[in-house]
């Protein structure tokens, strides 16, 4: 009796603990805008891999081949030009060792042509344009295509130039505030509270947690989609930690603990996109849609495209696996380590 009186007691306190955990994280969510377009072919980089990344022809590109949203990047000049570029340092992009926010717009120099493609190692691309583009020449261009903002900066000013631009081209159901880190993600959302944002790195952890408590469907959800990379290129073409076990490990745990089929299906039954990423190979596609993946995104949006093609008349356009299957784990590559 002794024994029952205390499960019942650790029990209640669990509860308990529990719902204070939800009501506290529950405070800092309130509910949020999902995604007017839904995204299954997303081109990381405007699709590094078959153009220069992040420039105008790889959006071209992108767009022609029926990409449905566009990912890319955003940072500042010092004199204060939101400009779409991935690193801060140019010494990978263009061979210079510049400081993307230390240098003026004009000042910046061209894209490297060929340049290797971070998610292919070993792979390059290469194009006529290598020009680094402004945000606001790309919303010109594209005023209707739907866009995915990494905001690779904690950078008020940056934050609120580009919710202006969002807002002059009454864009903001179809632009997607992007970051892993929750901090920015704050800022983001308080500019321009009407974007459609992701999973912090932070949220998604806490979300997590509450889904192997059983918690996660008393949780609001403000954002609209989960961003992740697909475990399996772990130590292969993503790398994280060094290339070898540690690698291999993180790549497990992923696999097992975070992409569980049942838990995407809970997020997509609430709206919730689930993009995984950066996926080049046809087995990578089948896999990710096997899992439940509402899109893909990768720097070959060609290749894409042949295999949903490929795989138009299967159940929502893609191969399945079955329910709790887990994906084939990152093995080791020879190539040079990379990382996001």
Not at 138 to 144: C, D, E, I, S, T
Not at 189 to 211: D, N, Q, T, V
Not at 270 to 294: H, I, K, M, P, S
């Amino acid at each position: 009796m002794a024994a029952l009186a205390l499960a019942v007691a650790l029990g209640a306190v669990s509860a308990a603990l529990g719902g204070v955990l939800v009501a506290a994280i529950a405070r800092r969510a309130s509910a949020g805008p999902k995604l007017a377009v839904p995204g299954k072919a997303v081109a990381h980089r405007g699709g590094a891999g078959e153009r220069i990344e992040n420039t105008m022809e790889a959006f071209e590109h992108a767009v022609s081949e029926g990409c449905d949203w566009l990912e890319l990047d955003v940072r500042r000049t010092r004199d204060g030009v939101v400009v779409v570029c991935h690193d801060r340092d140019l010494s990978r992009q263009s061979g210079r060792h510049l400081d993307v926010t230390q240098t003026d717009y004009k000042d910046l120099p061209p894209y490297q042509s060929p340049l290797e493609v971070t998610f292919s190692p070993g792979s390059f691309s290469s194009g006529c344009d290598r020009r680094i583009p402004r945000l606001v020449d790309v919303f010109q261009r594209f005023p209707r295509q739907p866009m995915s903002i990494e905001v690779k900066d904690d950078d008020d000013d940056l934050i609120n130039e580009v919710a202006s631009l969002v807002r002059s081209f009454d864009r903001a159901p179809i632009t997607l505030w992007a970051s892993f880190r929750e901090r920015i993600l704050s800022k983001c959302r308080r500019a321009h509270p009407e974007m459609p944002f992701c999973f912090s790195l932070e949220r998604g952890l806490l979300a997590l947690l509450l889904w192997y408590l059983g918690l996660l469907p008393r949780l609001p959800l403000g954002e609209a989609a989960l961003l992740f990379p697909l475990p399996s290129i772990i130590n292969r073409t993503y790398f994280p930690l060094p290339r070898g076990p540690a690698g291999h490990a993180l790549s497990k745990m992923a696999a097992w603990v975070v992409l569980r089929p049942k838990l995407l299906k809970h997020l997509k039954s609430r709206g919730l996109q689930v993009w995984l990423w950066v996926l080049n190979e046809e087995r990578d596609f089948a896999e990710a849609f096997g899992l439940g993946a509402t899109g893909v995104i990768t720097d070959y949006p060609g290749r894409l495209r042949k295999f949903l093609e490929g795989h138009a008349h299967s159940p929502e356009g893609h191969a399945h696996s079955p329910e709790g299957h887990a994906p084939s784990q990152g093995g080791e590559k020879e190539k040079g380590e990379k990382k996001k």
